[in-house]
């Protein structure tokens, strides 16, 4: 089944660093998605970037789409030690909409102050 | 507004129980999913359900693990003669329109299975 692959699985910066996360998928897409979990929570959604879209913000992420390499990255700019979290990217099929979200197993980010 | 609820958020049983858990989407969503986690990995889709329809339950194994989202209640993940292996955590998410869109997740439950 089509799965993101994130990468690294893990990261470690300083605070105010920025930290880049990538994300490859196998098959066509609808949207891509990225959602950040902390340690024992749920996960919680940050953003939303369809097929059509190259690259989107919100305040200090910046995500990037290349449909051509099934590829995608999530940019943490002057990262803080609160960003400290797993980094999921969940793709959907590309096809009819009724697919549920494939999550990959995620980046784990480490800010020290 | 209250999020997605899910309850127990431990649940700690024997070899041989049934398990049930519950999950509450957020008002006026009709979309519900679970997910089960390993620690380490990420979130392996089980079952998609929109109000007393099974939509897709490709990822739930055939035996033991069945799934409801009755008209009147919360939606139910059933596990029944729990094994070891089956110790994960849980997660149930839910939206407004279908999969493709943002999902909103319960903080989970954390099966044990003793």
């Known amino acids: 089944s089509q799965q993101g692959e994130e990468d690294p699985q893990a990261l470690s910066i300083q605070e105010g660093e920025n930290a880049t996360m990538n994300c490859s998928y196998k098959?066509?897409?609808?949207?891509l998605q990225w959602y950040r979990q902390n340690s024992g929570r749920g996960l919680v959604h940050l953003i939303l970037i369809r097929s059509n879209e190259r690259e989107k913000h919100s305040g200090r992420l910046r995500v990037t789409l290349d449909t051509s390499k099934k590829s995608s990255s999530l940019l943490i700019t002057a990262s803080r030690a609160a960003d400290t979290a797993s980094y999921f990217c969940a793709t959907d099929a590309g096809n009819s909409g009724n697919t549920p979200l494939v999550f990959g197993k995620g980046t784990r980010l480490s800010v020290i102050a | 507004n209250a999020g997605v609820m899910q309850n127990p958020r431990h649940l700690v049983r024997r070899r041989g129980q049934e398990a049930r858990l519950r999950c509450s989407p957020m008002?006026?969503?009709?979309?519900v999913y679970w997910y089960r986690q390993l620690p380490e990995e990420g979130l392996k889709f089980m079952v998609y359900l929109q109000k007393e329809n099974i939509i897709d339950e490709s990822g739930m194994p055939k035996e033991r693990f069945s799934a409801e989202f009755p008209k009147e209640g919360p939606s139910i993940l059933r596990i029944q003669q729990v094994v070891r292996g089956d110790s994960a955590a849980y997660f149930c998410?839910?939206?407004?329109?279908?999969?493709?869109?943002?999902?909103?997740f319960g903080s989970g439950t954390q099966l044990s299975v003793l």
């Open positions: 008002k006026g969503h009709s979309h």
């Open positions: 098959t066509s897409i609808n949207n």
């Open positions: 998410a839910s939206s407004p329109l279908g999969p493709n869109e943002k999902l909103f």
